[in-house]
């Protein structure tokens, strides 16, 4: 019998609007119908228990385990019986992520502990960061601290970030799904890139755009799609784009190009790429920010519509950061 592997094609769109839940909440009934993963031998092996689902979407669920040997991070795919198309993208993300997570062993903390497949479901078990994402660290500075020390906290975390990236781009990698949520800040201030199920790798061929959220996609992939290109290549550059957009958001609280629009997801993915493709953008000072000139200047850089004047490498912009971070006050 011949298997035929499913063609590679972008998420369910439909699964991406799906908001996030918090980090740490979840109900005990849920983490019921989950319990089936205290089957799984790696699991009986470590003493393994799940305490909490972090988020189950995309075809992928996400759940918090711990036991003796400390805590984990288990990547399943979903049931089958909801789809055996869905479930086997998602496995095939799941393959995707555990070699780029060997790979980068080293680069993502070492975080790698396991592979495997159980009743159809491929898996993969991490190693637990503690920390909080980038997203809710942003939004608590947002919400709560002055002008001044939000410019200051959000120009070293955006340089961190961009470090990071960086530093990952030097790997041959591109992330393919650069998000705040996947930065996770750790009590020692220690700054770590998640989540590689969309990535690729340059000199391999296969950093392909799949699906991530279209506020992060730079202009020329939005055109690519919108032209209805099938294999667009991502690199380095289209990710500064990307890098940028989520720094940008992290100190605005709304995407480059969507300054303007209250509701993204009551939007098309087409009207979605439309409006980055038209590379509309509104200022800090449109967004009611603090205004921060030069910070402003090296975002504005990085989300340059045109690729010939955008900055062509991460760490040209992380120079430029750690300038304005040294520069004396006035
Ligand atoms: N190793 C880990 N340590 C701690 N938290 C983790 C780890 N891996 C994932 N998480 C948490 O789970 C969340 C979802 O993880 P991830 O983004 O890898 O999964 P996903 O299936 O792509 O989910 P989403 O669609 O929400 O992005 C992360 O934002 C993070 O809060
Ligand atoms: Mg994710």
Redesign the pocket.
Known sequence: MTIRAPAARDYDAAM?DRP?PE?ETTNAETVADWSFVNEIDKIRELGLSLNKI??A??G???LKMSGESGRY?L?IADPPSQSRNRTDIANMAVDRERHALRRLFTYTGK?YVAHGEHAGRKWLL????EGR?AQALSKRIRDTDSPDARRDKMLRLTAAVFKQVAKLHDRDFVHG?LQA??F?IEPSKRLRL??F?LSGRQSAGDNLYRGSPAEYVAPETARAKLAGEKKIKIDKLSEIYSAAAVAFRMYTGKAPAFGKIDNIRSLSWDERFSIVASSQRCSFKDLGAPEFPAFEDVLSWCLEPEREARCPDLWDAVRALERIAGSPPG
């Open positions: 991406l996030a980090r972090l988020t979407r995309r992928c669920a996400v991070a990547k975080i991490m190693r637990w960061i994402t799904d949520a996947h996770l998640i989540d199920a």
